[in-house]
Antibody, heavy 121, light 110 residues
Framework: QVQLVESGGGVVQPGRSLRLSCAAS????????MHWVRQAPGKGLEWVAV????????YYGDSVKGRFTISRDKSKNTLYLQMDSLRVEDTAAYYC??????????????WGQGTLVTVSS | QSVLTQPPSVSGAPGQRVTISCTGS?????????VHWYQQLPGTAPKLVIY???NRPSGVPDRFSGSKSGTSASLAITGLQADDEADYYC??????????FGTGTKVTVL
């Protein structure tokens, strides 16, 4: 069965960096687009980024563009989110999710359990 | 910054029908992009309940249905049950090459 397991969350000071990982199993990782979605405490879902199956294209939400980088390693079946210049408002649970399409234009049919990132001094 | 607007809350008694609206614009839903719906139970990850406007994934009861028209979409839950109490989010794609989520709706079973 499809499994997505995030890791790498924690407490970090403003301005510092953090890298999240999402280990995928149970499906052909290299044929699906993958997303990061976040949810601040008590708030709604916010789309963060998507990467195509072949890494050819990556797109970002306005609030993280230029600071976050999405990437993937097909040899390790792992999705990453490199978060630089972190801000207090980046505090959230971060979910990785699989897109039903290889180019990331459809719906998110499987989600991980999330990893919590807290940005605080 | 959600660009899809949903009512903050809806409620109904067990067995009743509730609907949740999702209003977008000409750059997302109105541009022809599909709408999908997610259920988020307290303390858990979101779960897909409707995809491509009106389709149910395997395992989702037929009490859940979706529709889309113009720049809006809606999710209906009939025969409301206690375990339907959750937050629901619509999602679509935008011509700015971003995915967008709705503001979220809390469904309360009275």
């Amino acid at each position: 069965q499809v499994q997505l397991v995030e890791s790498g969350g924690g407490v970090v000071q403003p301005g510092r960096s953090l890298r999240l990982s999402c280990a995928a199993s149970g499906f052909s990782f290299s044929t699906y687009a993958m997303h990061w979605v976040r949810q601040a405490p008590g708030k709604g879902l916010e789309w963060v980024a998507v990467i195509w199956y072949d890494e050819r294209n990556k797109y970002y939400g306005d609030s993280v563009k230029g600071r976050f980088t999405i990437s993937r390693d097909k040899s390790k079946n792992t999705l990453y989110l490199q978060m630089d210049s972190l801000r207090v408002e980046d505090t959230a649970a971060y979910y990785c999710a699989r897109d039903r399409d290889s180019s990331g234009h459809l719906f998110l049919d499987h989600w991980g359990q999330g990893t919590l990132v807290t940005v605080s001094s | 910054q959600s660009v899809l607007t949903q009512p903050p809350s809806v409620s109904g008694a067990p067995g009743q029908r509730v609907t949740i609206s999702c209003t977008g614009s000409s750059s997302n839903i109105g541009a022809g992009y599909d709408v999908h719906w997610y259920q988020q139970l307290p303390g858990t990850a979101p779960k897909l309940v409707i995809y491509v406007n009106s389709n149910r994934p395997s395992g989702v009861p037929d009490r859940f249905s979706g529709s889309k028209s113009g720049t809006s979409a809606s999710l209906a839950i009939t025969g409301l049950q206690a375990d339907d109490e959750a937050d629901y989010y619509c999602q679509s794609y935008d011509s700015s090459l971003r995915h967008v989520f709705g503001t979220g709706t809390k469904v309360t079973v009275l």
